[in-house]
């Protein structure tokens, strides 16, 4: 079945950088585009990043446009997400999002950006 696993998430400074890392599996990875979302506490699941299935186009929202960068390795069945010049209102749960038959998820991993 449709597996995706986040990693990299954690505690970092305002201005500092952390990547993000889904490793996906149970489905043909390079022929899907591929979503990072995030959830504040209290706020709706918004979308950050996505990138086409082969990684030639991508779109970011306007918040992280400029600091984020979403990219995705094939070979290896990875999605990336390299954030920059963190801000505190950056803190979430970050999703990696994949949309086959259904919409798929994975768990999650928490970011908190604080000094």
């Known amino acids: 079945q449709v597996q995706l696993v986040e990693s990299g998430g954690g505690l970092v400074q305002p201005g500092g950088s952390l990547r993000l890392s889904c490793a996906a599996s149970?489905?043909?990875?390079?022929?899907?585009?591929m979503r990072w979302y995030r959830q504040a506490p209290g706020k709706e699941r918004e979308l950050v990043a996505f990138?086409?299935?082969?990684?030639?186009?991508?779109m970011y929202a306007d918040s992280v446009k400029g600091r984020f960068t979403i990219s995705r390795d094939n070979a290896k069945d990875t999605v990336y997400l390299q954030m920059n010049s963190l801000k505190p209102e950056d803190t979430a749960v970050y999703y990696c999002?994949?949309?086959?038959?259904?919409?798929?998820w994975g768990q999650g991993t928490q970011v908190t950006v604080s000094s």
């Open positions: 999002n994949t949309r086959t038959s259904r919409n798929y």
């Open positions: 149970g489905f043909t990875f390079s022929t899907y585009a």
């Open positions: 990138i086409t299935r082969d990684g030639g186009s991508t």
